[in-house]
């Protein structure tokens, strides 16, 4: 009899790695340079379902690049002619994205870097954050989660996907002791994204959990 509500464990997920075929060399040098220096990015199996996700959605646009590991994974899986803007005001991170995007074999007007904060960049208008897009991925300050939506409501084409990272928060946000603020904002943003009747959503316990949200 097959068992109810099963909870994966590493084995499940050491199978379901087995299973996947090879990340590209690009991917792992990201998160070879990544891993010492701590600097925060989605897990490869997060990197799966954004790739999955990003296939047939032209244009792309991201709220928080770092070494572009999330944004590698989308631009693989995007179709040939995709678009990603992604926003980061973290330079020193940004150009080396840019030499892991090329190492891929992605062009460099495949993907256009916004080097601001992105409240800023989206408040001012930038003409490269227009849209409208297809998906948007949110993976920057926790605090502004619900800004950041905010922001890109207007954006986003219909039918759009929203993704967001973090949403579990290494397990803060389902404990009521925890109260800081990034975790309190984040309860609010998955709370309001669930409720809100323009958005189909949930939340995946992929990596930290993926907060998924289609606009009807
Ligand atoms: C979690 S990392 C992004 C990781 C990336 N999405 C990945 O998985 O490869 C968050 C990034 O947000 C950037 N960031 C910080 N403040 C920001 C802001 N106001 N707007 C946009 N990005 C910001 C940081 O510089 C950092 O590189």
């Not at 995709?82 to 892991?100: E, F, H, K, V, Y």
């Not at 619900?146 to 922001?151: G, N, S, V, W």
Request: glycine share 8%.
């Amino acid at each position: 009899m097959k068992p109810r509500g099963y909870v994966p464990d590493q084995v499940d997920l050491d199978y379901i790695e087995s299973l996947s075929p090879p990340a590209a060399a690009a991917l792992l040098a990201i998160e070879a340079a990544a891993e010492p220096l701590d600097v925060p990015i989605v897990d490869r199996a997060s990197g799966r379902v954004l790739s999955i996700l990003a296939s047939g959605r032209r244009r792309i646009v991201e709220v928080g690049t770092a070494y572009g590991y999330s944004t590698l994974w989308m631009a693989l899986g995007q179709p040939p002619e995709g678009r990603i803007t992604t926003i980061d005001p973290d330079t020193a991170r940004t150009d080396l994205a840019r030499g892991w995007w090329r190492q891929a074999g992605i062009a460099d007007e495949r993907i256009t870097v916004v080097s601001r904060p992105a409240l800023s960049a989206f408040a001012d208008r930038e003409p490269v954050l227009d849209g409208p897009f297809d998906l948007a991925f949110i993976d920057a300050l926790k605090f502004e989660y619900a800004d950041y939506l905010t922001a890109l409501r207007p954006r986003l084409a219909p039918g759009a996907l929203v993704v967001a990272d973090n949403v579990l928060w290494g397990g803060a946000a389902a404990r009521p002791g925890s109260r800081d603020r990034d975790t309190q904002a984040l309860r609010d943003f998955s709370a309001a994204a669930l409720a809100d009747p323009a958005f189909s959503a949930t939340i995946l316990p992929v990596g930290d959990g993926l907060l998924l949200a289609a606009l009807r």
